[in-house]
């Protein structure tokens, strides 16, 4: 099937819904509650100021991949990631163990 093709809706849940499974190594992907609270609720977790520059991308396992919009926060992000973590976890619920930033390309 080529990507343009369209998909039909059984087949797109049901990826879905095995992402959510634990991957071929164990590793067990966040459960929905998880994602929805760390992308949902981004803004309230690490303040407007950061939410401003950095938006997360990803999360895979425990990892949670953030994109910044200049390289700078990528150096700030090294001072925050503690702090950032404790906030996921109390806003969203999330367990973030390691933070990798990726600085967006300019548009």
């Known amino acids: 099937m080529r990507r343009d093709e369209p998909v039909r809706l059984g087949d797109s849940l049901h990826g879905v ?22 992308f949902g609720r981004w803004e309230e977790a690490v ?7 950095v938006q997360p ?17 990528a150096t700030q992000l090294r001072f925050l990631e503690s702090t950032m973590k404790t906030r996921l976890a109390e806003v969203a619920g999330a367990t973030v ?11």
Request: proline share 7%.
């Open 57 to 73: 991308v990803k999360l895979d396992g425990t990892t949670l991949v953030v994109e910044v919009d200049d390289p700078a926060w």
């Open 97 to 107: 163990e390691r933070l990798e930033v990726r600085v967006a390309r300019p548009r």
């Open 17 to 38: 819904m095995k992402s959510l499974r634990p991957d071929t190594q164990g590793r067990v992907q966040p459960a929905a509650s998880t994602l929805g609270g760390v």
């Open 47 to 53: 303040g407007a100021a950061v939410a401003a520059h």
